[in-house]
């Protein structure tokens, strides 16, 4: 069974530092053999959210679809004043168009989380603001979260970093959201 993994993150700019975490992230997801999907950059630039509305650009049905399909989830932001940059929350207000479906928003999915900004603080604000929306939208963080300091830790146009912590973290993270997504096909399929 090959679980799939999607990965939202980054900013506006392509090739921002929390779009190339976010690749990092998904390349642990991969070496565990997930099939993975990110969504960043123009992508993420979508309409303020609005329930009451009947028709989504294509990236919004494309982010909706991908997460309905998605096992797991990885969402990575920029650290904004302290907490999640509006465009990824608004990208994960979208998820309310999941509230109908037989797994309502992230029920079932492991959702692995990572903070990163020029600095400590901002870093571990926002990791903590990502893990309590997962928690609101049903997910399962993994149990390790990221906080990178981007001041310390520069990643390049792969993902990959020479602070070998950092990137031992976020393959981990990926790791962890496809062996719950593994294990929980398995509780499923004995129920």
């Known amino acids: 069974m090959t679980v799939t993994v999607v990965g939202i993150g980054g900013s506006v700019r392509a090739g921002s530092q929390s779009e190339r975490a976010l690749w990092a992230a998904l390349s642990g997801a991969a070496e565990a053999g997930a099939e993975v999907h990110a969504i960043t950059g123009e992508k993420l630039v979508l309409p303020f959210y609005d329930p009451q509305l009947s028709e989504r650009t294509r990236n ?60 400590w603080q901002a870093a571990v604000t926002t990791l903590q603001a990502l893990r309590s929306v997962a928690h609101a939208l049903r997910g399962w963080p993994t ?24 990137a031992s973290v976020l393959r981990t993270i990926g790791r962890q959201v496809v062996e719950f997504a593994t294990h929980w096909h398995v509780v499923e399929e004995e129920a």
């Open 143 to 166: 149990p390790l979260g990221g906080a990178i300091n981007s001041a310390d830790t520069r990643f390049d146009p792969a993902g990959r970093t020479d602070d070998e912590k950092a």
């Open 60 to 119: 919004a049905v494309e982010l909706v679809e991908a997460l309905r399909a998605a096992d797991g989830v990885i969402l990575v932001s920029p650290g904004y004043h302290g907490t999640i940059s509006g465009l990824i929350k608004n990208a994960l207000d979208y998820v309310e168009d999941l509230h109908h479906d037989q797994r309502p928003y992230l029920d079932g999915r492991a959702v692995g989380c990572v903070g990163i900004a020029y600095g």
